[in-house]
């Protein structure tokens, strides 16, 4: 990626980061590209920080499964319960957990050196687990509303009567069933791929005008440039953690909002 | 230079016909299988741990609680029954000591009797001692009264009275009728 870049900015002028930087190769010629590894890796590195500390499930937690404790607790408590409420959450929380971890991890990838690839910054794979969310809450809700009872209480607004349901029911149909997986799908993406994109675009202006280009003035913009990138980085870390929490907030939303009795 | 930038990129972009809002099939499938398996050892393997953890701890703090409360209902218990006691215990003391009151004003009224009959018998006994040596007295009396009455009046007459029997009698007349006057 960014290596294959630096060597193509090197040869024929000033780098250009785009769309192509998130076009890698497969590896080793094969049809496997690197996020389908990043992928797979954080499953087994979820599942086996998690197992390792969940597994004493003792009364009084070690410092590890106090840290577990910590993640698990936030999710459950501070978004499960908080938003469906301590009647229903319950079985949401494993869904939820696995959710936040997921994005958070494959987020997170973006700024781990070597790594240094944001998985969600590839579409296909925000949509697939928004894709999941929508599946979850639309189920949750005509489950227990039926298939009708909960298009009803998903398009028709409490309270509303006449002609003016002609213009609000399609609107409701639209924001609260169509729109919502294309949403989740599009914030997460977007930020990931506008953040890596922002990341590349100061760290190879800032390497192309400090080593690459002869004006003094130049150096001192690759210097700007390079400090820019750092500082980027670091607001990229909290929006890496901002997005996965918001991407799991949303979901428990529209959970609880679909299992809601009154709208 | 940045717009340049950007420009020269979604120039290149169309070049390459490269659109990153086209998911690629293979990803979301792969997206969706890990994150199923993700989703499964979650759900089987970790949240359940955590969970009993949870459960545990609040089994814990309630069993504290509970013994807590027991503790102190026993606490409770013993306070009452140790009132209870101290109070019988009090009303004990308080008859044992009105007991010994009345028995103390009985044994006070016991002794005084005692003692009244005690003196009641002294005197009693005085005075028939008394009564007796009076009348020894008196008869010891009688006798010589009457004997030196005769011999003072058979000097007088003087002549002896031996008929002693007819002189008894007449002394003893006498003395009767000196008694009777007296009395």
Redesign the interface.
């Known amino acids: 990626m960014t290596l294959a870049s630096i060597a193509f900015g090197a040869v024929t002028g ?1 780098p ?5 930087d ?2 890698l190769p497969g590896i080793a010629g094969s ?1 496997v590209t690197k ?2 590894v990043l ?2 890796l ?2 087994v590195i ?2 086996a920080l ?2 390792a500390m ?6 009084v ?1 070690g410092r590890m ?1 106090f840290a ?2 910590l993640v ?1 607790g936030f999710v ?1 408590n501070g978004i499960a319960r908080e938003n469906i409420g301590s009647h229903d959450f319950q079985k949401y ?3 939820l ?3 936040f ?2 994005v958070l991890v494959n987020n997170f990838y973006g700024i781990i050196p070597v790594i240094q690839f944001p998985t969600m ?5 925000p ?3 928004a ?2 969310s929508w599946l979850v809450y639309n189920g949750a809700g005509i489950a227990k509303k039926g298939f009708l009872g909960y298009l009803k209480h998903e398009t028709v607004p409490a309270g509303m009567k006449g002609p003016i349901l002609l213009l609000l029911v399609p609107l409701e149909f639209l924001s609260n069933i169509l729109l919502r997986p294309v949403t989740l799908t599009l914030r997460l ?1 977007a930020t990931m ?1 506008a953040g890596h994109l922002l990341v590349i ?1 100061f760290a190879l ?1 800032g390497e192309y005008l400090l080593l690459h280009s002869d004006p003094v003035l130049n150096k001192v913009a690759g210097v700007f440039s390079v400090v820019l990138a750092i500082g980027i980085s670091f607001l990229e870390i909290l929006i890496m953690f901002l997005q996965a929490y918001v991407f799991t907030l949303l979901t428990s939303m529209y959970i609880s909002e679909a299992i809601a009795d009154e709208h | 230079m ?1 717009s340049t ?1 950007v420009f ?3 120039e ?2 169309e070049e ?1 016909e ?15 299988v ?2 199923a ?3 499964l ?3 089987k ?3 359940p ?2 969970e ?2 949870y459960a ?2 609040t089994a ?1 703090i309630e069993g504290g609680i509970e013994e807590a409360q027991a503790a102190q209902k026993e606490a409770k218990a013993a306070l009452e029954q140790y009132t209870a006691q101290l109070a019988g215990a009090r009303h004990e003391a308080a008859a044992i000591r009105e007991e010994a009151k009345e028995q103390g004003a009985q044994i006070i009224a016991e002794l005084r009797a005692q003692a009244q009959a005690e003196a009641e018998r002294i005197t009693t006994t005085a005075h028939a001692q008394v009564e007796a040596e009076r009348a020894q007295v008196l008869a010891q009396l009688k006798g010589e009264v009457g004997s030196m009455a005769t011999a003072l009046a058979g000097r007088i007459v003087g002549e002896v009275l031996d008929d002693s029997a007819a002189q008894k009698r007449t002394v003893e007349r006498f003395i009767a009728e000196l008694e009777e006057s007296a009395n």
């Not at chain 1, 910054?121 to 794979?125: C, L, T």
């Open positions: 000033p250009s980061p785009g769309p192509s998130f076009d049809a996020p389908m992928v797979a954080s499953v979820i599942v998690f197992y969940a597994r004493p499930a003792a009364v937690p499964q577990g404790e698990y459950r929380v494993p869904f957990f696995s959710l971890l997921f910054s590839h579409i296909g794979y949509l697939a687990i894709v999941l993406f791929f675009l202006g | 940045i930038l020269a990129a979604a290149n972009a390459e490269l659109n990153p809002l086209i998911p690629h099939l293979a990803e979301i499938v792969i997206g969706l890990f994150f398996i993700l989703l050892l979650i759900w393997v970790v949240a741990l955590f009993k953890a545990e701890r814990a």
